[in-house]
């Protein structure tokens, strides 16, 4: 009896790849730069006074205080931009109750999406490593509402860049817990395999110390230069952490070490 060639044939071999992950916020988008024109468009429109510097600073520091109180529990998404909103209105003398904070926060909110943009080395980061490691998935790891932070994908015109965004609130788990992390592996690996995996981020120890305490190398984007503590300092030495001040130069960094991280495939027959 006769074999058809499609019989003979042996089943298909999933190829395992390299997967790349980032944080969006900060790292792939130019967060930060977003919040501070917002913020002071916002305040132009209210007529409120004061140096718009030190509006920057106050903005920063609320968003920093209570988005992570959103992140521990202590506050709803809603409250927490609430709060925000109450906060910096007292500093300019204009009391607001709660659901006019939540107003309030919605048109800020319009000055910071206008606002939304990559940073310059983003694209070109994501056109090199994929030119460097054939088959290379990206993917998103961000602390933050999945529909929120896709709306900036989609705005950004990022989608069909990355397979798969894990975000905290549809996972249950912030970073730097390391299952957020095993979590966001595991949905690769229900695709394809996984040879080596990275995750790179702007925190040091939110982002790059929890992704290499959770077995992926972990990189830390230090746009600013900044100087971590003595503790952040030893434990990102201990776990392999690798620094970058720029995308630009991840691809040389982490290129090398996703190569050296893979395993010789076995031969197939």
Same mark, same amino acid.
């Given at each position: 009896?006769?074999?058809?060639?499609a #019989?003979?044939?042996?089943?298909a071999v999933r190829? #395992?790849?390299s997967?790349v992950?980032?944080?969006l916020d900060?790292?792939l988008?130019a967060?930060?730069e977003a919040? +501070?024109?917002?913020?002071v468009s916002?305040? &132009?429109e209210? #007529?409120?006074?004061?140096?718009?510097?030190?509006? &920057?600073?106050l903005?920063? /520091?609320?968003?920093?205080e209570?988005?992570?109180?959103y992140?521990?529990?202590?506050?709803t998404? +809603?409250?927490q931009?609430? /709060?925000?909103?109450?906060?910096?209105a $007292? $500093?300019?003398?204009h !009391?607001?109750?709660?659901e006019a =904070?939540?107003e %309030?926060?919605?048109?800020y909110?319009?000055?910071?999406? $206008?606002? %939304? #943009?990559l940073?310059?080395?983003a694209?070109?980061?994501? !056109?090199?490593l994929? &030119?460097?490691?054939?088959?290379?998935r990206f993917?998103i790891i961000?602390n933050g509402?999945l !529909?929120?932070?896709?709306?900036?994908?989609v705005?950004?015109?990022?989608?069909?860049?990355? /397979?798969h965004v894990i975000?905290s609130?549809a996972?249950?788990?912030?970073?730097?817990?390391? /299952?957020?992390?095993?979590?966001?592996?595991?949905?690769?690996? =229900?695709?394809t395999?996984? &040879?080596?995996a990275?995750?790179?981020?702007?925190?040091?120890r939110?982002d790059?110390i929890g992704?290499?305490?959770a077995?992926?190398?972990?990189?830390w984007l230090?746009?600013?230069?900044?100087s971590?503590s003595?503790?952040?300092? $030893?434990?990102?030495?201990a776990s392999?952490?690798?620094?970058?001040?720029s995308?630009a130069?991840l691809p040389?960094?982490?290129?090398?070490r996703?190569?050296? +991280?893979q395993?010789?495939?076995p031969?197939v027959?």
């Amino acid at each position: 009896m006769s074999v058809s060639s499609a #019989a003979a044939e042996p089943p298909a071999v999933r190829r #395992a790849t390299s997967v790349v992950l980032f944080d969006l916020d900060d790292t792939l988008m130019a967060h930060r730069e977003a919040v +501070e024109a917002g913020i002071v468009s916002h305040m &132009r429109e209210l #007529a409120y006074t004061g140096d718009e510097a030190e509006a &920057r600073r106050l903005w920063h /520091a609320l968003e920093e205080e209570h988005y992570h109180a959103y992140l521990a529990g202590s506050l709803t998404f +809603e409250g927490q931009r609430r /709060a925000r909103a109450a906060a910096f209105a $007292a $500093a300019h003398g204009h !009391d607001l109750a709660a659901e006019a =904070a939540g107003e %309030w926060f919605t048109r800020y909110f319009e000055h910071y999406r $206008a606002s %939304w #943009a990559l940073h310059d080395d983003a694209l070109p980061a994501l !056109d090199e490593l994929a &030119r460097i490691l054939p088959g290379v998935r990206f993917g998103i790891i961000t602390n933050g509402e999945l !529909d929120f932070q896709t709306a900036k994908l989609v705005q950004l015109d990022l989608p069909g860049r990355f /397979a798969h965004v894990i975000a905290s609130g549809a996972v249950g788990v912030t970073k730097p817990d390391a /299952a957020i992390f095993r979590h966001a592996l595991e949905v690769f690996a =229900a695709d394809t395999p996984v &040879r080596a995996a990275a995750y790179v981020g702007d925190r040091l120890r939110t982002d790059a110390i929890g992704a290499a305490e959770a077995g992926l190398v972990g990189v830390w984007l230090n746009r600013r230069g900044d100087s971590p503590s003595a503790e952040d300092d $030893a434990d990102a030495e201990a776990s392999g952490v690798l620094e970058v001040t720029s995308l630009a130069q991840l691809p040389a960094v982490l290129g090398p070490r996703l190569v050296a +991280e893979q395993p010789t495939p076995p031969p197939v027959e």
